[in-house]
């Protein structure tokens, strides 16, 4: 199929205007993509879900170099193309590189990462394969990034399993 598996809200259809305006403000231009067409059929669903990825995205300690890592790791591993490709521009311009992102895009961690760099993959991996993330790795987050960024990585990493897999089942590209 191609195309979402949904019918995208339109200009003009139905929705609360504080909700369509927080959307937009998240968005450059103002411009609203795929997702936010799809989510906003279900205006509670909507607005919960922004305000989640407004926090996750401007409020977290952890930075945005590393929390794009995690999404673009995430989108690799569900096979979310659209994710990948909202976030790829993102993560260069947070300071990550193109061969970096390549490499993430390979089931073996390159030795170009750093060591927090490749605790956070593996913090992905084993998070978005198994659910289930071995304790050695929650104790080597917190040893490196203390308590708060140690939770916000997790939760990065659960937040984009959820976008992903919004995305996946919609078919949204």
Not at 94 to 123: C, H, M, N, P, V
Request: proline letters at 5%; zero cysteines.
């Amino acid at each position: 199929m191609n195309g979402p598996r949904i019918t995208p809200w339109q200009d003009g259809d139905p929705a609360p205007a504080h909700l369509l305006a927080d959307i937009q403000a998240r968005r450059p231009g103002g411009q609203l993509i795929g997702i936010d067409r799809l989510l906003l059929r279900s205006a509670p669903l909507a607005e919960g879900w922004n305000g989640l990825m407004r926090r996750v995205r401007a409020e977290f300690e952890l930075k945005l170099e590393y929390l794009e890592l995690i999404m673009l790791r995430v989108a690799v591993l569900n096979g979310a193309s659209f994710e990948w490709d909202v976030h790829y521009p993102v993560y260069l311009q947070a300071g990550g590189t193109e061969a970096k992102a390549k490499a993430l895009q390979q089931s073996e961690l390159d030795s170009q990462f750093s060591a927090l760099e490749r605790l956070l993959i593996e913090l992905t991996d084993q998070s978005t394969r198994g659910v289930a993330v071995e304790a050695p790795v929650i104790e080597a987050l917190k040893t490196s990034l203390g308590e708060r960024q140690s939770v916000e990585a997790v939760a990065t990493v659960a937040a984009y399993n959820m976008v992903s897999r919004f995305l996946v089942a919609l078919d949204i590209r």
